[in-house]
């Protein structure tokens, strides 16, 4: 097992001590975090060992758990870094560009493995229907949500449209051409809602469109390509897949069938993938852990999360 650290006690923070703690891949050490009076209260509250000196922390685990602010990443990726320990960063992996990408360089200078934490790549509705998808041409994606005023010191790019830019580009085997995005501050003195157009050199086109000041919360998905349309809901975990092919010369009443002005009839097929519940945080986790262990190609690298904040970047640099 591997022995496991995690710096950052916030809101999700927590969530991640708690599963770091049940998790059979992991044998959880403890915790660091800035504020000691927060810290001390996990520690009393639920048994999990505070280290009030990171650096007494880092020479105790294999792995590294980053759940701070973002503006905080860098750093404490750098003393993983320093220390040879593999580490795991939540979204967006830094501030900027230039971080990320030094980062990526001193991991693949050090022989060490990172994981981003885009969780979304492990709701189970997209992973039942991922395979479904294949050279989509016309993407529509609307993630809303209701307001919190906690996260809304960065702009709704960073803080929830990066989700999907993560998903978008791990399923278009392109690069981008062109971006087109506006965006409006409402309540926060960044952008709260905020549209790009993506365009990809192969011809596909992607539309999203993200806020976190809608009346009800919405996560959905819509991939369009050849003879089929898959529709993924990431909140209500569910999934749907509708095919086109050729008719049966001798159809049955229940086939559904349709022609065009051509007078080609098509069959119609409504597949519904088969969802396993999970817990996706603690599937990332795992996931992590058996990468380490078993040498594998981590689900989302640095690569990864580096090419999300780079269009994120250029989004945000759009609106402004």
């Known amino acids: 097992m591997l022995k496991a650290g995690l710096v950052g006690a916030g809101h999700l ?5 708690r599963l770091l703690n049940q998790s059979d891949r992991y044998d959880f050490v403890g915790f660091h975090d800035k504020d000691v009076e927060n810290g001390k209260k996990l520690e009393a509250e639920f048994g999990y060992k505070y280290f009030e000196n990171f650096d007494e922390l880092l020479d105790q685990i294999d792995m590294l758990d980053i759940v701070t602010p973002t503006v905080y990443h860098y750093d404490y990726a750098l003393k993983a870094i320093e220390k040879g320990l593999h580490f795991f960063i939540e ?19 050090n022989g060490i493995k990172a994981q981003v934490g885009h969780v979304e790549r492990y709701n189970p509705a997209f992973m039942a229907t991922k395979e479904y998808i294949k050279n989509p041409m016309f993407i529509e994606i609307h993630r809303l949500a209701e307001f919190n005023p906690r996260g809304t ?3 709704v790019v960073l803080d929830l449209m990066i989700h999907d830019l993560d998903i978008l580009l791990s399923m278009v085997k392109s690069k981008v051409k062109n971006i087109h995005a506006s965006g409006v501050c409402v309540v926060s003195k960044t952008p709260d809602i905020a549209n790009a157009r993506i365009e990809f050199e192969n011809g596909c086109v992607a539309n999203l469109t993200t806020s976190r000041i809608s009346m009800k919360a919405m996560r959905k998905s819509r991939f369009f390509q050849k003879d089929a349309y898959i529709s993924v809901d990431f909140l209500e975990k569910k999934a749907e897949v509708i095919r086109m092919k050729d008719a049966p010369e001798t159809p049955t009443p229940f086939d559904m069938i349709i022609e065009n002005a051509e007078g080609e009839k098509n069959q119609i097929l409504f597949e519904y993938p088969n969802i396993q ?23 989302v690298s640095l690569e990864d999360g580096t090419e999300a904040l780079k269009v994120a970047l250029e989004i945000m640099k759009l609106i402004s």
């Not at 923070?13 to 001590?17: C, E, M, R």
């Not at 603690?282 to 058996?290: I, P, R, V």
């Open 277 to 299: 519940p999970n817990n996706a945080i603690l599937d990332e986790l795992n996931s992590f852990a058996d990468s380490i262990t078993e040498n594998k190609n981590v689900e």
């Open 91 to 109: 979204k967006p992996v830094t501030q900027t560009l230039e971080q990320a990408e030094e980062i990526l360089h001193k991991c693949q200078e």
């Open 13 to 17: 923070g927590k969530i991640h001590l």
């Open 153 to 155: 010191d960065v702009s």
